[in-house]
């Protein structure tokens, strides 16, 4: 089993910049790609941006050359800074990893990111 704890929502302004994170704990030698989703109050969730093992990234066109995501180096801590912030990035963003052995996924609990002045 793999747990993640995400970290670092609330609420910020249009223009301004965060960083979220996810630790995971538990059975990490299981975990391949990590990546974070968002999901927004009648949307669907959607991926926001992805990091694999050896450090191959994928963001959404909608965040790209605003939003960097990045690993330490123990691989089990995965960060999102988010820069030039925008309202309609509002949404819960929540935490991935793959499991490398299976098909399963693994899911943190979610944060809530509110831009609005």
């Known amino acids: 089993q793999v747990q993640l704890v995400e970290s670092g929502g609330g609420l910020f302004q249009p223009g301004g910049s965060l960083r979220l994170s996810c630790a995971a704990s538990g059975s990490n030698f299981r975990i391949s790609t990590m990546g974070w989703y968002r999901q927004a109050p009648g949307s669907q969730r959607e991926l926001v941006a992805a990091i694999t093992n050896s450090g191959s990234t994928n963001y959404a066109d909608s965040v790209k050359g605003r939003f960097i995501i990045s690993r330490d180096n123990g691989k089990t801590t995965v960060y999102l800074q988010m820069n030039s912030l925008k309202p309609e990035d509002t949404a819960v963003y929540y935490c991935?990893?793959?499991?490398?052995?299976?098909?399963?996924?693994?899911w943190g609990q979610g944060t809530q990111v509110t831009v609005s002045s």
């Open positions: 991935n990893a793959g499991d490398r052995y299976t098909i399963r996924e693994y």
